[in-house]
């Protein structure tokens, strides 16, 4: 079974510096997709980036980017510059590759991030 | 931007009772889903849902809870006897399937607190 792992339960950054939030996965699939979710205090889950497992290229958006190791399945949240408004839970998420049209998305347990001015 | 809906926002129940939480999935999106988020802990998936009928549930799902789409907008969970445990933040998503679009389109709704007393 997919599990995801964030070991980090809390972190805090000064504000406009720069942080790494920390995720590894375990899958036995060769294609999938990885995700971060931010989830501030409305408790909405908003997409903040993903990644293509067949991709080399890390995905960025804006402040956000990843760096993933498909070997090493580790897949890491850089947030640069980091603002006020970043401080949120942060989930790393997993889901089944390109052939499933349809499947569930697998969460980590999450990072608190809080942000300091 | 195309959002998923989901009412009530927050809903109070006394142990025992049933609840219905809805979800109005995005108009082209096929495949949907129920999640739940128990204060504090991590996104499970609880249910997935296409053409009518139940693709996957997890072990949460027992014979307790149900899923309907009764008039091709809407799209419930309904938890017959609720108990304390159910006390939780239950998030509902969709998706358009469409795995040769890079965009997924798997979208969440803002979410339904369930208190049960």
């Known amino acids: 079974a997919q599990t995801v792992t964030q070991s980090q339960p809390e972190m805090s950054v000064q504000e406009a510096e720069t942080v790494t939030l920390s995720c590894t996965y375990d899958?036995?699939?060769?294609?999938?997709?990885l995700f971060w979710y931010k989830q501030p205090p409305s408790r909405q889950m908003i997409l903040v980036i993903r990644?293509?497992?067949?991709?080399?290229q890390n995905a960025t958006e804006n402040r956000f980017s990843v760096n993933f190791q498909k070997a090493a399945k580790s897949f890491s949240l850089k947030i640069s510059d980091s603002q006020l408004g970043d401080a949120a839970m942060y989930f790393c998420?997993?889901?089944?590759?390109?052939?499933?049209?349809?499947?569930?998305?697998?969460f980590g347990k999450g990072t608190r991030l809080h942000i300091l001015p | 931007e195309p959002e998923v809906t989901q009412t009530p926002s927050h809903q109070v129940t006394q142990m025992g009772q049933e609840v219905i939480l809805r979800c109005v999935p995005i108009?082209?999106?096929?495949?949907f889903y129920w999640y739940r988020q128990i204060l504090g802990q991590k996104v499970e998936f609880l249910v997935s849902f296409y053409n009518n009928e139940i693709s996957e549930k997890s072990e949460i799902f027992d014979d307790q809870f149900s899923v309907e789409r009764p008039d091709g907008s809407n799209f419930t969970l309904k938890i017959r006897s609720t108990k304390l445990e159910d006390s939780a933040m239950y998030f509902c998503?969709?998706?358009?399937?469409?795995?040769?679009?890079?965009?997924?389109?798997?979208?969440f709704g803002s979410g339904t607190r369930l208190t049960v007393v």
């Open positions: 998503a969709s998706s358009d399937g469409d795995t040769e679009d890079h965009n997924y389109g798997y979208t």
């Open positions: 899958t036995s699939e060769s294609d999938y997709y």
């Open positions: 108009s082209n999106h096929l495949y």
């Open positions: 990644q293509e497992a067949y991709k080399q």
């Open positions: 998420a997993y889901r089944r590759g390109r052939t499933e049209r349809d499947d569930k998305i697998i």
